[in-house]
Nanobody, 124 residues
Framework: QVQLVEFGGGLVQAGGSLRLSCTAS??????MAWFRQAPGKEREFVAMSRWVGGYTYVGDSVKGRFTISRDSAKNTLYLQMNSLNPADTAVYYC???????????????????WGQGTQVTVSS
């Protein structure tokens, strides 16, 4: 079993920044990722990170603005979000997979464990 807990959500003005954290406990995982879901929309891939090897991949919609990173010693995943706009408003979820499914995993079904989510609201 793996437990994931997100922190860092909140209300921010357009153009501002937020940093999300996800702390993992339990069994070792191979990859972790961030997804987001706005009301009435499908869950969207944001970014992922391989726990071993340091490989990262960021979705096209947030490239140049969001950065994913990890601290292996603290079992913590981060998402630095800059230049936020109202379209970024969503519940952000941390996810982890127990086995590698490929070089890039962008589908929700590829992840085995999920955090409870943290709300990010960007005002205009």
């Amino acid at each position: 079993q793996v437990q994931l807990v997100e922190f860092g959500g909140g209300l921010v003005q357009a153009g501002g920044s937020l940093r999300l954290s996800c702390t993992a406990s339990g069994r070792t995982v191979y990859s972790m990722a961030w997804f987001r879901q706005a009301p009435g929309k499908e869950r969207e891939f944001v970014a992922m990170s391989r726990w071993v090897g340091g490989y990262t991949y960021v979705g096209d919609s947030v490239k140049g603005r969001f950065t994913i990173s990890r601290d292996s010693a603290k079992n913590t995943l981060y998402l630095q979000m800059n230049s936020l706009n109202p379209a970024d408003t969503a519940v952000y979820y941390c996810a982890a997979q127990s086995q590698v499914s490929g070089a890039i995993a962008t589908r929700s079904s590829e992840y085995d464990y999920w955090g409870q989510g943290t709300q990010v609201t960007v005002s205009s």
